[in-house]
T-cell receptor, first 112, second 111 residues
């Protein structure tokens, strides 16, 4: 198993600003995943972050809007840039192991 | 593309009874299917994984079935308790072993 922490746990931001979310894992992992979960909806994968290479983004998500860093095997950041109210959501980071996924507690973002 | 359907309405069950949640998918049978529990303000927590060649999997009071003919998985909690109240998510692996998620069903166990 893996223990994942995220910072901040929640934030209220003004439109047009950016927020960087941090994700720390207690063990070294190759891939880290960033998800978005909007109220009442399913988890949507934003991107997969591999250490030492560019993140792979899913359809509908672009690097300019959601830049990701992966400086080492235990840490990643996701930035939500130029925010609008539509970006209000819960952002989750995750790692995989043995076919299952482990999630952080999430960052609840509200954009006003 | 693959779609997953879970009942969007909350399921209310009396304590002690068996709760049964449904996960339906539309296209190809996935290599495996997973169930997660999510509590408010927390990330999902893995519960069970069932592979396409398995019909049933059990873990304590939990049981998952996988019917590739019906394209359906059922998730059962026996002897349900108020502490089992949560949202339960179904996820299946696509051909690239990437997970596709259902929106979840909220389960409420009444004392």
């Amino acid at each position: 198993s893996a223990v994942i922490s995220q910072k901040p746990s929640r934030d209220i931001c003004q439109r047009g600003t950016s927020l960087t979310i941090q994700c720390q894992v207690d063990s070294q992992v190759t891939m880290m995943f960033w998800y978005r979960q909007q109220p009442g909806q399913s988890l949507t994968l934003i991107a997969t972050a591999n250490q030492g290479s560019e993140a792979t983004y899913e359809s509908g998500f672009v690097i300019d809007k959601f830049p990701i860093s992966r400086p080492n095997l235990t840490f990643s950041t996701l930035t939500v840039s130029n925010m609008s109210p539509e970006d209000s959501s819960i952002y989750l980071c995750s790692v995989a192991g043995g076919g299952e996924q482990y999630f952080g507690p999430g960052t609840r973002l509200t954009v006003t | 593309s693959q779609k997953i359907e879970q009942n969007s309405e909350a399921l209310n069950i009396q304590e002690g009874k068996t709760a049964t949640l449904t996960c339906n998918y539309t296209n190809y049978s996935p290599a495996y299917l997973q169930w997660y529990r999510q509590d408010p303000g927390r990330g999902p927590v893995f519960l069970l994984l069932i592979r396409e060649n398995e019909k049933e999997k059990r873990k304590e009071r939990l049981k998952v079935t996988f019917d590739t003919t019906l394209k359906q998985s059922l998730f059962h909690i026996t002897a349900s308790q108020p502490a089992d109240s949560a949202t339960y998510l179904c996820a299946l692996a696509d051909s690239n072993y990437q997970l596709i998620w259902g929106a979840g069903t909220k389960l409420i166990i009444k004392p």
